[in-house]
């Protein structure tokens, strides 16, 4: 098969990638750029059954309760990092509040904005950090760290108990790209710096961290290092944790710098103890991190296989035996189906309604969508992109042409947009994840699904159940799932149920309860379950090593 009948084309860079992404100041509870509207598809539409939009309060006229942390206070933290960046206003707080899952913005767009912050801090170096975290642990001060808050699982609303107020560390000002080694191919990014702004300093150099999640335009690399995030390349460029080289973490008792060099012997990795820790030990500074050439080339192919079964076959080959594309990633026939009908764009893997519109002009076909993109020089793209296709091909892959690829490559960042319109029109979208062996993945799949179908059309609201693949391993795979339903009378305590009787079915196949959006609050009991009662007592070990007083984000995790 020639190039010209699978389609797609080599570019270095042009088009809506990840160069063209600016970094986004959000305004809660809605996502993205408040100037940039998205109108509902034809499907989804349907689906809000021609409901007059609500758009809820206006952020604006949200009032948080008022701070509980007085002025003497506030001027002990302002001798830290000085009095213009302390803030206890109520427009920045409520800027603060929670994170971006459903049941968070239905709260705020109802106008309670109860788990605000008391206080707004910006430190300007990581010593300033470590300083704060010691007068809060002093003070009884519960810290929540902040980059881009895109948080879906509960992650930036603590505990308040036993805390005399809640302060969020907001990092913006550690923004910088400290250094490149060439040589050894790392970079030491602050963890402040959000993800396009970057890559745009990693591109200007040459380079790429090639991690591009869906909430790419809002979160940041403490995040994604806190969260062990995983975006839509992973198959090419790793997990963000598998990126990590090094790491600087404050905590209240003072300072850890890990990361000697790449692979040691000397001991447990602690590296590892600290990715996917969520403030809970301490605030992550700065990573280093393994970056790699900017591509010269990028093509990305769409297929269609008959069955979710087939596809994920055929994605298993690739990810056992090779090659691996760079992006690879497998829709269902429900979700493949809602695509052919809106060929809008979308995204992967995060705070949004991912199963709409991966984009394809193939009107009329059916079966199951799967999106092949390579990524690097263009002679070894060519030579990857070939191999792949053959196995592809072998597995009953049949080509799609070049618009669904280029349309899912394009549009990808556009899907949690969808949410506001549908929520304004009284339609509950939310996404959960998990991940297994390969030979578990189906039986997985028609549980969680069975779960969320049978709990939610018990309460009168039958809801549209999506599912893609969109991380690959040798030994098994992640399962997205997006939810769609109409709102019942309390549309958070329907999704509350649902979401439950998820986990529960995740638990009793044997899989994990996240795969990349984290534990927070909203997984916590589940994962507890995971580790085992021993393995639970260790890191609360860890935790009153580090975080005596137990201000670090408490209630996230453990």
């Known amino acids: 098969m020639t190039g010209d009948e699978r389609g797609g084309e080599m570019l270095g860079g042009r088009g809506e990638d990840e160069t063209a992404v600016p970094v986004v100041t959000m305004v809660r509870p809605r996502w993205g750029d408040p100037a940039r509207t998205t109108e509902l ?5 349907a689906l809000a059954g021609g409901a007059e939009p609500d758009p809820g309060v206006d952020p604006a006229a949200v009032a948080p309760p008022e ?3 007085g002025d003497e206070l506030r001027a002990q933290i302002a001798t830290v990092v000085g009095a213009q960046h302390v803030s206890a206003a109520d427009d920045v707080r409520v800027q603060h509040t929670r994170g971006y899952s459903t049941p968070d913005l239905l709260r705020l767009r109802a106008g309670d904005a109860t788990d605000a912050p008391d206080v707004v801090v910006y430190p300007g170096d990581h010593d300033e950090v470590v300083s704060i975290l010691e007068l809060c642990s002093r003070h009884d001060l519960a810290v929540v760290p902040f980059t881009g808050g895109t948080s879906v699982v509960g992650g930036l609303a603590p505990e308040r108990s036993g805390t005399t107020g809640v302060v969020s560390v907001d990092l913006r000002r550690l923004d910088r790209l400290l250094e490149i080694d060439s040589i050894s191919r790392v970079a030491d990014l602050q963890a402040g710096l959000r993800g396009p702004a970057a890559e745009a300093l990693l591109r200007e150099q040459g380079w790429t961290l090639g991690h591009f999640p869906q909430s790419y335009e809002g979160a940041g690399i403490g995040g994604y290092a806190a969260t062990r995030s995983a975006g839509q390349s992973s198959a090419g460029y790793g997990r963000f944790d598998e990126m990590v080289e090094g790491l600087v973490l404050a905590t209240p008792r003072g300072t850890i710098e890990l990361g000697t060099a790449p692979r040691s012997a000397a001991g447990p990795d602690l590296r590892q103890l600290v990715l996917g820790s969520e403030g809970v030990f301490g605030i992550i500074t700065s990573v280093r991190v393994r970056i790699r050439p900017a591509p010269s080339a990028r093509v990305f192919d769409a297929w269609r296989f008959p069955s979710f079964a087939d596809g994920a076959t055929a994605l298993r080959r690739l990810a056992q035996d090779g090659p691996l594309p760079t992006v690879l ?10 695509n052919l009908a809106d060929p809008a764009g979308a995204g992967s893997e995060a705070s949004g309604p991912s199963g709409y519109g991966a984009g394809s ?3 009329g076909a059916s079966g199951c969508l799967v999106i092949a993109g390579y990524e690097g020089e263009d002679g070894e793209v060519a030579r990857r992109r070939d191999a792949a296709s053959s196995v592809l091909v072998d597995a009953g892959g049949v080509a799609s042409g070049a618009a669904p690829g280029e349309s899912w490559r394009t549009g990808r960042f556009a899907a949690p947009y969808l949410r506001d319109p549908l929520l304004d029109a009284g339609v509950l979208v939310e996404t959960l994840e998990t991940v297994t062996f390969w030979s578990r993945l189906h039986e997985l799949r028609a549980a969680v699904t069975a779960a969320i179908t049978d709990t939610l059309t018990a309460s009168g609201t039958p809801p549209l159940v999506m599912c893609h693949i969109s991380h690959v391993y040798e030994s098994g795979a992640s399962l997205y799932f997006t939810v769609v339903a109409p709102f019942g009378e309390d549309p958070s305590a329907d999704w509350a149920s649902a ?8 638990r009793a196949a044997g899989a994990s309860i996240t795969h990349h959006h984290a534990v927070g609050r909203d997984h916590r009991d589940a994962y507890h379950d995971e580790i085992g009662p021993l393995a639970l007592d260790a890191l609360r070990a860890v935790k009153a090593s580090l975080d005596p007083a137990g201000i670090c984000n408490p209630g996230i995790l453990v």
């Open 41 to 45: 598809p034809a499907a989804a539409a």
């Open 67 to 69: 701070s509980r942390i």
């Open 329 to 338: 990633r497998l829709s269902d026939e429900v979700e493949t189906a809602l």
């Open 361 to 363: 002009e193939a009107s």
């Open 499 to 506: 979401k439950s009787a998820a986990n529960t079915a995740i």
